[in-house]
């Protein structure tokens, strides 16, 4: 039985609760908030032992894991704190504030040996591994162009007063909605974002940070694409995150439900025929045994806990991966500066 603790109950944090309540190996001994209201409901409402203090917490229940899933800006301390006394660390995305502080985080866990994880769900999703597997095997031959999208309703009218409508706290859409995005370019395309030109950091309704990020991106690997992302569009209902890539021999283009797949020949050995193919969500996702919120949530949190449990650890999303994602954000900022 892995012993876990969670940081931050709040929208987020509240998903890892019920998950983790979820997995047969886990045992949720405590969580920690300082929310007057979270802390008399989960009193209520389960056996957990509640804090408002995470050292305090970590230091009484010697937990084997804690989940870090507070504002971003106080990820470093809490996720340092956490593997000083040796827990393995899942926190939430953006990993950090910044990149200095998401190098060091990224040694200790190296140093310590421990298990660690940042919560970029996208990379659980079976269309976007379909799609990274296709792409990686040539299907649509050379890629030369790629377009990574996220749209969605999150602030649709002039207000703040919250840690997202604040630039230090780490609000904004580009470490809320873009960093999601950015780091499935990495992910999907096999190599990192290591360049940003003209990039457009507008602020549609909010006052202090970015509503909308848009630019050119260039990776490692030579292959170029742009970057169209806005949290003020309510176009759609909830976040919509896609990825098209173009390539000399044909199209992939997924999101959280469909891949499409444009063949200029057929391919039998994939099943594909000329032109266009669907493969959806149902096809491609390996099964979890239950799903809560999203099927990739429970996955990513299965993976960690079986990771701690058994030695075969999951990199996918290890501090390391999430860092690149962070250096870009860094840049992005700088160039936007400069438009
Ligand atoms: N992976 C995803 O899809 C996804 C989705 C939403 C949020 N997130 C990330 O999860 C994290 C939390 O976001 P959220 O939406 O749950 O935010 P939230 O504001 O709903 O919750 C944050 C919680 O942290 C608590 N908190 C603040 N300071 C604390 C402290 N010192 N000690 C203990 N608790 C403290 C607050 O009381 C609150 O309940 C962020 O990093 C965010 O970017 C990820």
Known sequence: MIKAAIIGLGKMGMSHAAILGGLPNVDLVAACDMDSLLQSAFKKLTKIQMYTDYKKMIDEQKPDCVYVVTPTKLHYDMVMYAMEKGCHVFCEKPFAL????????????????????VGYHNRYIGTFNEMKRLLAEGVIGKPFHFMGEAYGPVVLKSKGGTWRSDKKNGGGCIEDYAAHVLNLI?????SN???????QMPSIFSSEVDDAVYGSLYLENGLKGQISVNWSDDTVR????????????????????????YVKEDR???????????KYITDCTPMVDFNLRGEEYTAENAAFIHGIETGEVDTRNSFEAALQTDYIIAKMEKDAELM
């Open 98 to 117: 910044t990149v200095e502080q998401g190098e060091k985080m990224v040694q200790m866990a190296k140093a310590k040996g421990l298990v660690n994880q």
């Open 193 to 199: 974002i290591v360049d940003c030109r003209g990039t």
């Open 238 to 261: 909830k976040m919509t995150t896609s990825l098209k890539i173009q390539g000399d021999k044909g199209k992939l283009e997924a999101d959280a439900t469909t891949l499409k797949i």
């Open 268 to 278: 039998p050995e994939y099943g594909l025929k000329q032109g266009w193919n669907f």
């Open 186 to 190: 990495n992910y999907i395309c096999g």
